[in-house]
């Protein structure tokens, strides 16, 4: 879609596998490659996009802005803080974007409800909740802490943190505290359909298909979030809902409400006004592709991509260890740079 409109051409493909690095470059023309060094050496990109297990992210943005490329990354940006703030100080060196694939703030519900936000007053509860049924990933990568980082709430409930966060502004999360579990472990058979090509006993202990967290935010709101790979299946598998002083609302699907004291009234928009949200990344890259062509800053700012990396850092410290934690608050070159 980027293509068509004119905003980018892809030049190659970069894939360990080298069979489906040749698939891909098939399909699309281009040369392939099975080492990430040799393609930025031949093919000389502008702009690379990472969608590898979170482990190899740091490395290859790195690499990347060694070599003069702006970086679109897929989520988590990386396994800790650590590695996320190495990303965004290669990033302010090389004077180069660095984003995340966070699509969902581009839904036509999440846009229309943050230039209407401020309506419900000072938010004091948000509650959100993720998952599919019989979701839980196949591939090996995400069995294993040392690629993957995590389960369900590296991989699928940082999205919806960032999402509120976003509408928010972005305020500082102050305090943690979170329940990881791996129901699986327990009754392989609520793996559904996958169970007859993944075997349970494959999947380290540390990789939760469920997690249950709530989160301080500066601002005396609380949030808390529920992820589940196997969740059981319903009409809503996915959802934000938001309680303010003087309104409520409702993502996924959108719904708005405002307390006029003696009656609420309800600030909707009309049915077919908004399109749905869908897990599409064609709004996201063409963002992060005209602030690259514009100059513009990046689409998810490196405060915005530090701060959400100390949020889930916590979350899993607050499950390791059963209680509570603070959000460290960390400072590093480069955090408050947008390039």
């Known amino acids: 879609a980027a293509a068509a409109a004119g905003l980018c051409r892809l030049v190659g493909v970069c894939d360990i596998d ?13 040369k392939p490659f099975e080492r990430a060094a040799d393609l930025l050496a031949q093919t000389r990109p502008e702009v690379v996009s990472i969608t590898t297990f979170p482990a190899s992210h740091r490395d290859l943005a790195l690499l990347a802005f060694d070599a003069g490329c702006h970086v679109l990354c897929e989520k988590p940006v ?4 650590g590695e996320a703030a190495a990303m965004v100080r290669a990033a302010a060196r090389a004077q180069r974007l660095l984003s995340v694939c966070f699509q969902y703030r581009y839904w036509d519900e999440s846009v229309y409800l943050k230039e209407h936000i401020a309506a419900l007053g000072p938010l004091h509860a ?4 993720g998952g599919n049924a019989h979701c839980f990933p196949t591939s090996p990568g995400y069995h294993r802490q040392a690629s993957a980082g995590g389960g369900a709430l590296a991989h699928w409930t940082i999205h919806n943190l960032d999402l509120i966060l976003w509408l928010l502004g972005y ?26 090509h993944l075997q349970p006993a494959d999947i380290e202990a540390s990789i939760e298909d469920f997690a249950m967290g709530l989160v301080r935010l ?3 709101t609380v949030v808390t979030v529920e992820a589940n790979f196997l969740q059981p299946p319903s009409d809503r598998r996915e959802g ?11 993502i996924a699907p959108l719904r708005l ?4 004291g003696d009656v609420w009234i309800e600030r909707t928009p009309p049915p077919g006004a908004l ?16 602030a690259v062509r514009q100059g513009d800053r990046a689409p998810v700012a490196s405060a915005e991509i530090l701060c959400l990396q100390r949020l889930v850092d916590a979350l899993y410290a607050s499950s390791r260890c059963g209680r509570e934690v603070a959000v460290e608050k960390m400072h590093t070159e480069g955090e408050d740079t947008d390039a």
Do not use: N
């Open 18 to 30: 080298r069979e489906r690095a040749q698939q891909t470059a098939d399909q699309y023309g281009v």
């Open 78 to 81: 990386a396994l800790h803080y």
């Open 126 to 129: 948000v509650r959100t909740w």
């Open 171 to 196: 305020p500082e999360p102050l305090r943690a505290s979170a329940f990881c579990h791996q129901r699986l472990a327990r009754y392989p058979a609520a793996l559904g359909p996958a169970l007859s």
């Open 218 to 220: 500066a601002g005396d």
């Open 240 to 250: 934000w809902e938001f309680l303010g002083a003087r309104g409520a609302a409702a």
């Open 257 to 260: 409400w405002l307390d006029e």
């Open 275 to 290: 399109a749905p949200g869908d897990y599409g990344m064609e709004r996201l890259i063409a963002a992060f592709l005209k």
